[in-house]
């Protein structure tokens, strides 16, 4: 089993920044990526970012120019910078972590999902 913890999501006007945060726990042997996705009201949940074991990363393309994903592995850390702040950014924003819970077994774990609400 494996845990995700994550916060950050508030109200925030449109021009404002937010920072959400996920930690990691539990049978983790060998993380492979992480990532952040999100779903809006009415909508399929999407990819915003992912950054890979070797630090390779990938952007939505609304994402481009005004988020950064980054980590922090000591800690099982990983952080997105949400900058410029659009009302059509509101969604719940889920953590995600593809990790190895022993040599030979690989799976997606999830977070519970942090409301981020964008108002004009």
């Known amino acids: 089993q494996v845990q995700l913890v994550e916060s950050g999501g508030e109200v925030v006007q449109a021009g404002g920044s937010l920072r959400l945060s996920c930690k990691a726990s539990?049978?983790?042997?060998?993380?492979?990526?992480r990532g952040w996705y999100r779903q809006a009201p009415g909508k399929q949940r999407e990819l915003v970012a992912t950054i890979n074991a070797g630090g390779g990363i990938n952007y939505a393309d609304f994402a481009q120019g005004r988020f950064t994903i980054s980590r922090a592995n000591a800690e099982n850390m990983v952080y997105l910078q949400m900058n410029s702040l659009q009302p059509e950014d509101t969604a719940v924003y889920y953590c995600?972590?593809?990790?190895?819970?022993?040599?030979?077994?690989?799976?997606?774990?999830w977070g519970q999902g942090t409301q981020v609400t964008v108002s004009s």
């Open positions: 995600n972590t593809r990790t190895y819970t022993d040599p030979q077994f690989w799976d997606d774990y």
């Open positions: 539990g049978s983790i042997f060998r993380i492979i990526a």
